[in-house]
């Protein structure tokens, strides 16, 4: 049962996560409100990490991952297919109808629409993962918050080097820092 229920929630997931990984993030909360077994909201801080650290879109690597902390190797998989069944059926028939979507109005429209709604989702997104690592029950977490600080404005400053540098860079110094989770 907990397989079913993995693939239908996460097919859930990428019917509605328009806009790309981020955009499951407030999915995933709520996933974590409904089902607490399952994994916690201090997990989609990790799976974030761990999905921006590795190759792959951030939402399948996210799903993966979930996947995996709720029912194993095999958990990880269903929760994948079903983060990725929405869209191989939505390319399927776009492909098969692309002309009349293309010149659609109305499609055009939609998209127009969309883009917002993506933007409200990646900033709700965001600042829960602001909160949930800079903020410990309403105290902010100074060492995090002035690592935060220092990077953000160093990768403003280097915006040409490669985004890679800025995690690598972030994961020694909270080894070297010993950061409490």
């Given at each position: ?7 239908l ?20 909360y ?13 997990n ?6 761990i ?7 951030i939402?399948?690597n996210?799903a ?26 939505i ?25 917002a ?14 909160s ?21 404005v160093?990768?403003m400053?280097?915006?040409k080097?490669h ?19």
């Amino acid at each position: 049962m907990t397989f079913l229920l993995l693939y239908l929630e996460f097919f859930k997931i990428g019917l509605f996560s328009i806009g790309g990984g981020l955009a499951t993030l407030p999915f995933l909360y709520t996933l974590a409100e409904r089902r607490p077994q399952w994994f916690s909201a201090k997990n989609i801080v990790d799976m974030l990490a761990i999905s921006e650290s590795t190759p792959g879109p951030i939402g399948i690597n996210m799903a993966t991952y979930a996947g995996y902390l709720t029912a194993g190797p095999l958990g990880g998989f269903i929760a994948t297919l079903g983060e990725v069944t929405p869209s191989v059926i939505i390319i399927c028939v776009i492909a098969r109808f692309l002309d009349q979507f293309d010149k659609n109005p109305l499609v055009r429209d939609a998209f127009y629409g969309l883009r917002a709604a993506v933007i409200g989702l990646i900033i709700f997104a965001g600042s829960k993962v602001f909160s949930v690592t800079l903020l410990n029950a309403g105290s902010i977490r100074v060492v995090e918050t002035l690592l935060f600080v220092a990077l953000f404005v160093l990768a403003m400053k280097f915006r040409k080097v490669h985004p890679l540098i800025w995690i690598a860079l972030g994961s020694i110094l909270g080894i070297l820092l010993k950061l409490p989770s």
